[in-house]
T-cell receptor, first 112, second 112 residues
Framework: NAGVTQTPKFQVLKTGQSMTLQCAQD?????MSWYRQDPGMGLRLIHY???????DQGEVPNGYNVSRSTTEDFPLRLLSAAPSQTSVYFC???????????FGPGTRLTVT | KNQVEQSPQSLIILEGKNCTLQ??????????LRWYKQDTGRGPVSLTI?????NTKSNGRYTATLDADTKQSSLHITASQLSDSASYIC???????????FGTGTRLTVIP
C-alpha cells in the first residue's frame, strides 16, 4: 500500500493564480480531510469528506474548494491564491471519523 | 473554549535519557486523545490513541498516559535515540464533532 500520497511536494504561485493540490489514498478509507500547518499553530482543518460525494467545511475553508468523486481521491483547489495561503498542506484519511488518521507527506506552498 | 496546550514548547536531551512531554486539554465532551510524531518535512504519524477508559498505552519506547478527570496526558519516551528528534503533537477528538483539536507540539531534539 502506498498509503496517502500528495502532489506536488513543493509549489510556488503568484497572487491570483489557481491550482489544485492532489491527494489520493489506497486504503479504502471513507473519511478524508485537508489541513494546513503554519508556524506556531496547530494543524487546522480546511475541508473534510465522510465519503464519496459528501464534503463539508472545516475551521478555515475560505479560499479553498474540494470535491470527492471517488473514495480514493480528494483534491483541494485554491481558487485565487493569496499570500495568506502560504503554508504546508496535509491530506489525511481514516477508516472512520474517530479512527486513526494517516497523513500524507505534505505540500509546501508559497504564494508571492 | 476547546483547547489543547502542550509543554514544553521545546526540549533538548542527551541520547539514552528519558523524557516526558505534557498535554492539557479542555475539549468536551471527550472522545479520544492521540499522540503523533512528526519528523521535519514529513506528515504526522500516529503513536497512540486512547479513549476515556484507557489510562495508559505503550508503543515500543513510547508510553502515553491519560487522566480524564484532570484532562491531562503525558508521553514518556524511554532510552531516547537520535531518531526520536521530532515534533510530538497531542490531538483531542470531541464526541460528535468532525474536527480534531491539535496542540502546537513539543519540539524534541536528542543530541549525542
Amino acid at each position: 500500500n502506498a498509503g496517502v500520497t500528495q502532489t506536488p511536494k513543493f509549489q510556488v504561485l503568484k497572487t491570483g493564480q489557481s491550482m489544485t493540490l492532489q491527494c489520493a489514498q489506497d486504503m479504502n478509507h471513507e473519511y478524508m480531510s485537508w489541513y494546513r500547518q503554519d508556524p506556531g499553530m496547530g494543524l487546522r482543518l480546511i475541508h473534510y469528506s465522510v465519503g464519496a460525494g459528501i464534503t463539508d467545511q472545516g475551521e478555515v475553508p475560505n479560499g479553498y474548494n474540494v470535491s470527492r468523486s471517488t473514495t480514493e481521491d480528494f483534491p483541494l483547489r485554491l481558487l485565487s491564491a493569496a499570500p495568506s495561503q502560504t503554508s504546508v498542506y496535509f491530506c489525511a484519511s481514516s477508516r472512520r471519523r474517530e479512527g486513526e488518521q494517516y497523513f500524507g507527506p505534505g505540500t509546501r506552498l508559497t504564494v508571492t | 473554549k476547546n483547547q489543547v496546550e502542550q509543554s514544553p514548547q521545546s526540549l533538548i536531551i542527551l541520547e539514552g535519557k528519558n523524557c516526558t512531554l505534557q498535554c492539557n486539554y479542555t475539549v468536551s465532551p471527550f472522545s479520544n486523545l492521540r499522540w503523533y510524531k512528526q519528523d521535519t518535512g514529513r506528515g504526522p504519524v500516529s503513536l497512540t490513541i486512547m479513549t476515556f477508559s484507557e489510562n495508559t498505552k505503550s508503543n515500543g519506547r513510547y508510553t502515553a498516559t491519560l487522566d480524564a478527570d484532570t484532562k491531562q496526558s503525558s508521553l514518556h519516551i524511554t532510552a531516547s535515540q537520535l531518531s526520536d528528534s521530532a515534533s510530538y503533537i497531542c490531538v483531542v477528538s470531541r464526541t460528535g464533532a468532525n474536527n480534531l483539536f491539535f496542540g502546537t507540539g513539543t519540539r524534541l531534539t536528542v543530541i549525542p
